[in-house]
Every structure is written in C-alpha cells, then in structure tokens.
C-alpha cells in the first residue's frame, strides 16, 4: 500500500513538500512515479525516479521547480515542490513500477491522493 501525503494549500511562489510512504514493502526496489489530475483532465505523470536513486525523470513543466528523492531509511519517496503556480492545483499521486516508463498503466499500488491547492 502507497499513502502520499504532505499536501494543502499554498501561495503562488511558495514551496510544498509530498510524500510518498511504502507500508508492507520496500520503496527501494521500485521506481517511484509522482503523478497528478484535475477533475475532468488526465491523470499525468509529474516526475519519477529510479529504483536506485540515481536518475529522475521530471515532467517539462516540473523541470527547475519539483525534485523528486528518495530517503530509503524511512522507506519513502518526497515530491518537493517549489516556485508553485495555480495551475499545479490537481491530487498528487504516487505509485510504481519497475522502470520510470511514461505509461500510466504500468503503474501500480496507487494509493489515495494527496490535494494541493495552489491560489494567486
């Protein structure tokens, strides 16, 4: 089971941090996707990383703003989220996969989301 948490409202400009805690497995044999939807769009894939750590993967428009890393001793993977925009409002997701691929249905173990609400 995946939970994300951490999320809320925040200002345009100002920062959020997400996570993502593994309960009855170990994140680190995963890649882990952070993904988010706006009610009536698609569900999108915000950035991901490797099992190992060593590789992320950010979405264009998270590029320079969100960062993605892992902390394998409390078994959990943090979004955070910086230089936020109202149009970042949407539920944060996390989930995994074997590989950080950018199909969605590849993904598993998709847990509740977290909402963030971003205001000007």
């Known amino acids: 089971q995946l939970q994300a948490s951490g999320g809320g409202s925040g200002q345009a400009g100002g920062s959020l941090r997400l996570s993502c805690a593994a309960h009855g497995f170990t994140l680190g044999d995963y890649a882990v996707g952070w993904f988010r939807q706006v009610p009536g769009k698609e569900r999108e894939r915000v950035s991901c990383?490797?099992?190992?750590?060593?590789?992320?993967y950010p979405a264009d428009f998270a590029k320079g703003r969100f960062t993605v890393s892992r902390d394998d001793a409390e078994n959990t993977v943090d979004l955070q989220m910086s230089s936020l925009k109202p149009e970042d409002t949407a539920v944060y997701y996390c989930?995994?996969?074997?590989?950080?691929?950018?199909?969605?249905?590849?993904?598993?173990?998709w847990g509740h989301g977290t909402l963030v609400t971003v205001s000007s």
């Open positions: 989930a995994i996969n074997t590989i950080c691929g950018t199909t969605l249905f590849a993904y598993s173990y």
């Open positions: 990383i490797s099992n190992s750590g060593d590789r992320t």
